[in-house]
């Protein structure tokens, strides 16, 4: 059973706008991470935000994670074509193994 | 060259054939894991390693088998292939706890 769940399913925007998507997850987590999939490729890891943390950065990447609403959201600032993709909230419990929501597909219109 | 290598990248068996998928890194991770990826089920695990002869079923084990005799190498056999386990196969390496993983670039399975 999936862990995560991903929030829009998906988001059309303009190129330079912001993208927000969030996931909700059901069990108290060790840590939350964010991937992104481009069409017919692996999946790259994002970022990593512990229980411990309520925000993180890494570039054009904004992570929040509240966990007493159990959910976290992943902003992309200024987006970019290139950012089209799918992005998944994945979910480690402690046992090391990732749960993986069904993602969010992001369309950045030029 | 370094990274984590997933073969054949595409497949296409009969039902009732054995297949084996793949999968060699290179960074000498402990850890190693097998997901598939259906539409509308996002990825779901297969089967996940901690470290060579040390392997324990996720949360789709029933008509695969994994082995890891060596750290580098993780092959997934599929003992009898039915339909239903077409899809896309992703394998990923972590170094430790608390990191992200690693991706192969996948093994698209038909089976017909």
């Known amino acids: 059973s999936q862990q995560g769940e991903e929030d829009p399913q998906a988001l059309s925007i303009q190129e330079g706008e912001n993208a927000t998507m969030n996931c909700s997850y059901k069990?108290?987590?060790?840590?939350l991470q964010w991937y992104r999939q481009n069409s017919g490729r692996g999946l790259v890891h994002l970022i990593l935000i512990r229980s411990n943390e309520r925000e993180k950065h890494s570039g054009r990447l904004r992570v929040t994670l509240d966990t007493s609403k159990k959910s976290s959201s992943l902003l992309i600032t200024a987006s970019r074509a290139a950012d089209t993709a799918s992005y998944f909230c994945?979910?480690?419990?402690?046992?090391?193994?990732?749960?993986f929501g069904a993602g969010t597909t992001v369309t950045v219109r030029a | 060259d370094a990274g984590i290598t997933q073969s054949p990248r595409y497949k296409i068996t009969e039902t009732g054939r054995q297949v084996t998928l793949m999968c060699h890194q290179t960074?000498?991770?402990?850890?190693m894991f097998w997901y598939r990826q259906d539409l509308g089920h996002g990825l779901r695990l297969i089967y996940y390693?901690?470290?060579?002869?040390?392997?324990d079923k996720g949360e789709v084990p029933d008509g695969y088998v994994v082995s890891r005799s060596k750290t580098e190498n993780f092959p997934l056999t599929l003992e009898s292939a039915t339909r239903s386990q077409t899809s896309v196969y992703f394998c990923?390496?972590?170094?430790?706890?608390?990191?992200?993983?690693?991706f192969g670039s996948g093994t698209r399975l038909t089976v017909v």
């Open positions: 960074w000498s991770h402990s850890y």
């Open positions: 994945a979910t480690d419990v402690g046992d090391y193994k990732l749960s």
């Open positions: 390693s901690a470290a060579a002869d040390i392997t």
């Open positions: 069990t108290s987590i060790n840590n």
């Open positions: 990923a390496s972590s170094e430790q706890l608390n990191y992200g993983y690693t």
